[in-house]
């Protein structure tokens, strides 16, 4: 079976530990979001991927769900002492190894997608790991700051600095628009036999992909069922600040509305937590087939049931 997974950063990349388990002979491409991608100390830093490749990898530190596990931050305390910020992005010193030798991959004239294979060579996730696009795209939030000031951020200062603790009032994948989907990606859609919107961000990690011209198309003309699992469970979401950014968009933080948010003409199948059991018949009410079913990742063995759920839904589609 080929599997392809349009995947985020933590709860795409244990949603695909749990795949794995679930499907261990699987064929399993992952398409990840680089909208969440910045530029720090000169180096080029992709959050999303490298959460794949470490929790895949078994690098990851499992407690936060990103950066390095047994990781210590000298490098970061250093570049204090000397006044360079900023200070609120976290980056360890075995997560900054990464990121140079990204850079220096770059510099040196290769594509995101060949710099990302080459340092999946070391972590071995079990996956193929391809970036959306090998473009640059970033995230941008707009706000009003606390004195009256309307501007746009980066979405990592937006998320990991102010926590979202401001309004988000647009969501602007910039770049997408120009962007092309890297080598292989619309072939692994091309190719697949089921494809995956895990319990993924809709807007900034999922929605972003989708954001890449020919990648939505791609999806919609598959032919191959296309399931995804709820972020939302009791009408918030289980990790992160999702019903933020879905309120830029106007969509509201529930299981059936981001089912609505994808579409029918994208979406065949939506698992929903039992919780929400009461909005299956809406989910199916506008084309969508809907089950109810345990959401959340409480550890491997659960996610491993999520995913043969979302599987299983796939089958019934196909059927």
């Excluded at 680089?34 to 690098?59: A, N, R, S, W």
């Excluded at 807007?203 to 972020?231: C, D, F, K, M, N």
């Excluded at 199916?284 to 089950?291: H, L, T």
């Amino acid at each position: 079976m080929r599997i392809v997974v349009l995947a985020g950063g933590i709860g795409g990349a244990r949603f695909l530990r749990g795949l794995k388990q679930a499907a261990p002979e699987a064929d399993i491409t992952v398409i990840g979001n680089t909208g969440d991608d910045i530029h720090l100390f000169g180096l080029k830093v992709c959050p999303d991927l490298d959460t794949v490749m470490y929790t895949l990898g078994g690098g990851i530190n499992e407690e936060q769900g990103w950066g390095r596990t047994d990781e210590s931050f000298r490098v970061k305390e250093e570049l204090a002492a000397y006044g360079v910020g900023p200070e609120w992005f976290g980056l360890g010193d075995r997560d900054f190894a990464t990121h140079i030798v990204r850079t220096q991959m770059l510099s040196a004239g290769y594509p995101l997608s060949a710099v990302t294979e080459a340092l999946c060579t070391r972590w071995n996730p079990g996956v193929r790991l391809l970036p959306m696009s090998d473009d640059r795209v970033e995230t941008h939030v707009a706000i009003t700051s606390d004195d009256g000031e309307r501007k746009v951020i980066h979405f990592q200062e937006y998320w990991v600095k102010l926590r979202a603790s401001v309004a988000a009032e647009a969501i602007v994948p910039v770049g997408a628009d120009q962007a092309k989907p890297a080598p292989g990606v619309l072939e692994a859609i091309a190719e697949a036999d089921v494809i995956v919107f895990p319990p993924s961000n809709p807007v900034v990690s999922v929605g972003t992909i989708l954001a890449v011209p020919g990648i939505r198309e791609a999806i919609a003309e598959a032919g191959v069922p296309v399931v995804g699992l709820s972020p939302i469970v009791g009408n918030a979401p289980v990790r992160g600040m999702a019903d933020k950014v879905l309120a830029a968009i106007g969509v509201p933080a529930t299981a059936a509305a981001v089912a609505a948010h994808y579409g029918s003409g994208l979406l065949d199948g939506w698992l929903v937590d039992t919780v929400d059991a009461g909005a299956v018949g809406e989910v199916e009410a506008a084309g969508i087939r809907c089950r109810a079913v345990p959401l959340l990742m409480t550890d491997t063995d659960a996610t491993a049931e999520m995913a043969r759920q979302a599987l299983a839904l796939a089958g019934e589609v196909r059927a």
